[in-house]
């Protein structure tokens, strides 16, 4: 790739003047936003769908869809709500298409599980990974609306605001979402904690 001169300039913008930047035809501005969100709006879909292909392809998708929206974007709320809206409904289009097939989620959900200490046994480590077995399966249980509501809330870190923006849920829908999702999995896994 050839050194752009503009380079530099455009890492030094924020998210909106670079979508105006886009909207008037320069691609690196394009390149900026995939290099600052990519791992974002991967790692979001991953979460939702369990599969890296698949997360892979919604995140190439979504940042298509920015840059045939830019000349329609308005920053009414932040670029990355934005992002995540199209991400979400990307991944929901995905579960539909796919026919509500069963879905396999990542290792790195198994933050309800207590971490072993670097001097476990062999056999504490053996129960780890099956405390985090459990967690992913039960997780991968929840019905999508509170699965993608448990992500966006327990992995990103995200506010229920944050979250009534992405989805387009209302308060009292994101709040049940949460309720139900953490209540099932306190149910689901109470044995699972209380094990030694």
């Known amino acids: 790739m050839a050194f752009d001169p503009d ?14 930047r886009l909207a008037g035809g320069d691609r690196g501005a394009l390149a900026v936003l995939v290099r600052r969100h990519q791992q974002k709006a991967l790692t979001l879909a991953y979460r939702f769908l369990g599969r890296w292909d698949a997360a892979e392809d919604v995140a190439q998708d979504a940042f298509l869809r920015v840059f045939e929206a830019a000349p329609r974007y ?33 290792d790195d959900l198994h933050e309800f599980a207590t971490q072993p200490s670097a001097d476990s046994a062999p056999d504490a480590s053996l129960a780890q990974a099956e405390r985090r077995a459990h967690i992913r399966a039960a997780v991968a249980r929840l019905p999508d609306r509170q699965r993608l509501a448990l992500v966006l809330h327990r992995y990103d ?40």
């Open 7 to 20: 380079w530099p300039a455009l890492q030094g913008l924020d998210d909106a003047a670079l979508m105006a």
């Open 74 to 106: 308005r920053p009414a709320a932040e670029f990355t709500t934005w992002l995540y809206r199209i991400v979400a409904n990307l991944c929901w289009d995905r579960r539909r298409q796919r026919a509500r097939a069963p879905v396999q989620l990542p």
């Open 157 to 196: 870190g995200l506010s229920h605001r944050q979250i009534m923006d992405i989805t387009g849920w209302s308060a009292g829908a994101v709040e049940s979402c949460l309720v139900r999702a953490y209540e099932r999995l306190r149910h689901e896994l109470a044995g699972l904690m209380e094990e030694p």
